[in-house]
């Protein structure tokens, strides 16, 4: 795999990219594994470069990347349910709560490391919990569902 080093936003990333097989790459961002499907590109015949009267080749036109779309990792919330989100990127440490768990709004139901720091994840609905979406050790986005509140 080859990995490459991103900064969005102020966000640090490290994305490895493995081999392409048919269309689809495995790909790691931050540790957590994506399957990525690639559109399939029409193959481009090898066509010898044309000359200029000045008798050197014409600069290469640019090409566009092929398109790529993600498999989402998680599942998505069901009716009445809501996701407990991750508000930044990190590591899971622990939850406090588990499947079958009554939980109130503001109860910290996981503990995420980023940036050396333990930080508190609280639900912002109280229910009880359905799903853990992730484990402990994953590395998790912003915005990524972290569990389902019910």
Known sequence: MKEYKYKINGIKFTVAVGDVTDNEVKVEVNGTPYMVELDKA???????????????APAAQPTAAPTQSVKPAAPVAAGGASAVKSPLPGTVLSFPVK???VV?????VC?????????????????????ILVNVG?????????????
Request: net charge negative; proline share 5%; no cysteine.
């Open 138 to 150: 994953d590395s998790v986005l912003d915005g990524a569902d972290i569990m389902i509140i019910e």
């Open 42 to 56: 029409a193959p481009s015949k090898p066509s010898k470069p044309a000359l200029s009267q000045s008798g050197k």
């Open 104 to 108: 109130k709004s503001g109860d910290t």
């Open 99 to 101: 499947v079958g768990d």
């Open 111 to 131: 503990v995420l490391e980023a940036m050396k720091m333990e930080n508190d994840i609280h639900t912002t609905k109280g229910g009880t919990v359905k799903q």
